[in-house]
């Protein structure tokens, strides 16, 4: 069962080493691909209208509390989130250079190109339908095994720490995020919830695509 899923599985397109910064084609072309699918989701889940993501969350309520930016604010908050790398023994990769700008070059084509659906019910959908893009994108670029994002990697290193399913780990980041950015005074909407409990199964799943479809 894919909620039971505690590693992330190795393909053959997968890169033997993690800071290999000189990949075959194969292994370079998943990563994108699974950044793309990633940051498209990303992108739909703020065009939706539905409520942001928990780490957005959780800087716009540190935001209303401190005299800055909520882009300085995320910005803060990644240099933590890599900061608590360091016990947890994950390292900066390809991947991680690559998640930052693929991920934030779809959001801003989303926002751009993407409009919002008119009918409540779509916006809905759309929610949905990101969660899942993120989730199954999360998947395949972490199975390049060429380095994690911030978030990806906090999530890697504590279930290596707690050996507890993958899809655990994140839901538990996630809420415990989203509770905290909310007390803070951030606006949670119906999206912003999905994502936090639906993510974890939602990346737990692209990880189990990823090991039945190319295994």
């Not at 039971?4 to 393909?11: G, L, S």
């Not at 989130?81 to 084509?109: E, F, K, S």
């Not at 779509?122 to 994690?148: F, R």
């Not at 720490?161 to 950015?181: C, D, F, K, Y």
């Amino acid at each position: 069962m894919f909620l039971k899923i505690k590693k992330i599985p190795k393909v053959h397109w997968s890169s033997d080493k993690p800071y290999n910064f000189k990949p075959k084609f194969s292994t370079f072309f998943f990563l994108c691909f699974g950044l793309t699918l990633f940051g498209l989701g990303e992108g739909l889940l703020i065009v939706s209208f539905t409520g942001a993501s928990p780490w957005s969350v959780l800087a716009q309520g540190i935001s209303l509390n401190v005299n800055l930016s909520i882009g300085t604010i995320t910005l803060l908050i990644s240099i933590a989130v890599l900061i608590l790398w360091i016990p947890l023994g994950q390292r900066l990769g390809m991947g991680t250079i690559l998640n930052a700008l693929i991920i934030a070059l779809m959001i801003d084509l989303c926002i751009k190109f993407v409009p919002t659906p008119t009918n409540y019910i779509y916006q809905l959908i759309l929610a949905i339908a990101s969660v899942i893009l993120v989730g199954i994108g999360g998947g395949v670029y972490l199975a390049s095994n060429l380095g994690a994002g911030p978030r990806d990697g906090l999530m890697i290193g504590l279930q290596g720490v707690t050996n507890l399913p993958i899809a655990a780990v994140r839901a538990t980041l996630e809420i415990s995020v989203v509770s905290i950015g909310w007390y803070l005074g951030g606006i949670v909407g119906i999206g912003t919830l999905l994502f936090a409990f639906g993510i974890g199964p939602c990346v737990a799943l692209g990880l189990y695509l990823v090991d039945k479809i190319f295994n």
